[in-house]
Each structure stands twice: as C-alpha cells, then as structure tokens.
C-alpha cells in the first residue's frame, strides 16, 4: 500500500459518520398531534372573534343603503364600488377628521412620552429625597376618573379662550396620560441595571448627559410601546373630543363618524363601514409593522420587579 493510499485511509477512518437520524415513533407523533387540536381549535376561534367582525365591516363598506335595509346583515355585496368611500371623504368630512385626529393625537403623544420618561429617570434613577412620595402622588391620577373632570375643564378652558381650538384636547390627553406614563416609565428604568448609570458617573458624565446618552438608546424599545399605547388611545378617544369639539371643522375621526346621517338624520351604514373601514386598515397597518417592537418593549419592562 502506497503513502497516499494510507493517508487517504486514515482520513476517511478519521471522519465521524453523522448519527443516524433517531424517528419518532408513529403513534408518539400521533398523539402528540392530538394534544395540540384543542389548542389549534381555540387559536381558530379566537381568529374568527377577532377578524371576522372587521371583514364583516370591510365588507360592508361596499354594500349600499338598499341592501343593508333589505339583505340579510351577513349576505355579501352585490357589487364592490367606491361611492361609500366617496361619499365619506366629500359629505362625511373624514380627511378633515383625520387632519384633527392627527393634530391632535401626535403632539399629544410626543409631549405624553417626553415627559414620561424624563420623570420616569428622575424618579428612578436619580436620587433625591421625596422621589417615592412624588411617584405615588403621580400615581393617584390614574385613580381619578376623567369623566369627573370634563365640566370644571371645560369651564376653564372656555374663560380662558381656548374653546375654539385643538388645545382642549391636547391639554387633557396629556394631563390624562401622563400618570400611567410615568409609571410604566420608571418601571422600565427599574429593569436597567444601576451600576450602569453609576459607571456613566465616575466617568464624568452629568445627569443629563446619560439620560440623552444612556437612558434613552436603551429604552429605545419601551419608548415605541409606550407610545403607541398612548397613540391608539388618544386616537380612539371619544368623549373627551366629543366633550371639547365646539364646531364641525374641530372634529376627530370619531366624532367625525357620528356625522354620518342624511338630512332627516337617518344613518348612512356604507359611507360609515367606508369611513371605519380606513380607520381599521390605518390602524392595523400601524399595528403590523410595529408588532415586533411591541412585545420586545413589553418584555423588557417584565425583566426586573
């Protein structure tokens, strides 16, 4: 035997044969299958609650006032045109709504959020005497009820001048969210280690040079789930707009879908599935894309008590 045949031996005795690959059993992965119907079947049910009540309205947005009159409540459309949403955007004012709803949920928002976490580092992570006291009395504004305090700000704002504009609304959302902000807020920078901070200190750095610099990159994540709760809330509010709304021009899209009537004040169900139709999908889009930092900021909050 020659040196290459030897050599070409002794490599292939070296090489290890991948393990044989181990089969389940037929019965054990039937059983297994088994074990998961219940699951899959509730999973299933829960897809119909959820989605069948939006594809029922989405539908609906294409039927017109003869057939929901006439037709049964689950038949389809007979045809799929777009006079309802026509009619949603020119008589129903829903571009003006939403022009509304958008001037006065992302300010709202941007102001709910920067407060909210520049009070939850200051309450968390900076340490001063009353912080524990100053959270607490941040937090009985989530016990007060808003519908208590509609009519004293009501009055205010209409002595003050602002009765006839957006600030109403504005200032309310953010009063109204801040506590629960600042809450979940403090309770993410709970979740960062201190010895972080502590570190950014002896190095030098001032409070709010790691507040900028450490504290926000790293509730980057929390920041986008925070925010949107405070977003779909604001955006779906109804009383309080509907409480503040002195003129049609002022309206949001929720106020704005109240309008849909005719002249003898009958309503007009499709240009109203037209109109919650785009307010589904807009939201729903929002929703989809931002889902994965959704949950990454939820379980970032759930690391530390």
């Known amino acids: 035997m020659t040196a ?5 031996t002794g490599r292939d005795v070296s090489r290890k044969a991948p393990p044989p690959r181990v089969q389940q059993p037929l019965s054990r992965r039937a059983s297994r299958a088994l074990r998961r119907i219940p699951v899959w079947i509730i999973v299933a049910l829960l897809l ?8 029922w309205i989405i539908l609906g947005s294409f039927k017109t006032q003869a057939e929901f009159l006439s037709n049964p409540t689950w038949s389809l459309p007979e ?3 777009l006079e309802n949403y026509i009619q949603a955007f020119t008589r129903g004012n829903v571009a003006v709504n939403y022009r509304n709803s958008l001037l006065v949920t992302l300010p709202s928002v941007a102001i709910i959020v920067l407060l909210g976490v520049a009070a939850g580092y200051a ?3 900076m340490i001063w005497k009353g912080r524990h006291t100053t959270l607490l009395l941040i937090l009985a504004g989530i016990m007060v009820p808003g519908q208590m305090i509609l009519v004293p700000l009501f009055t205010v704002y209409f002595r003050a001048g602002l009765s006839n504009t957006l600030w109403p609304m504005i200032l309310t959302y953010i009063v109204m969210g801040l506590p629960l902000t600042t809450f979940l807020m403090a309770a993410y920078f709970r979740a960062i280690p201190r010895e972080i901070f502590e570190a950014a200190t002896m190095d030098g750095s001032g409070p709010l040079k790691s507040f900028f610099v450490i504290g926000l990159p790293l509730m980057k994540n929390a920041i986008i789930t925070v925010a949107l709760v405070q977003f779909f809330s604001v955006w779906n509010d109804l009383l309080i707009a509907l409480t503040f709304t002195t003129k049609p021009d002022l309206a949001t899209i929720q106020v704005g879908l109240l309008s849909l009537n005719d002249q003898y004040g009958s309503t007009q169900y499709g240009p109203l599935f037209a109109a919650i139709s785009i307010n589904i999908v807009v939201l729903l889009v929002v929703f989809v894309f931002l889902n994965k930092k959704i949950m990454a900021g939820l379980a970032a909050g759930s690391l530390k008590g």
Do not use: A, D, G, K
């Not at 290459?4 to 070409?8: A, F, G, I, P, V």
């Not at 119909?48 to 594809?55: F, H, K, N, T």
């Open 123 to 125: 309450l968390e992570v």
């Open 4 to 8: 290459t045949q030897t050599l070409t």
């Open 79 to 81: 045809s799929f045109n």
């Open 48 to 55: 119909v609650i959820v989605l069948y009540p939006q594809l």
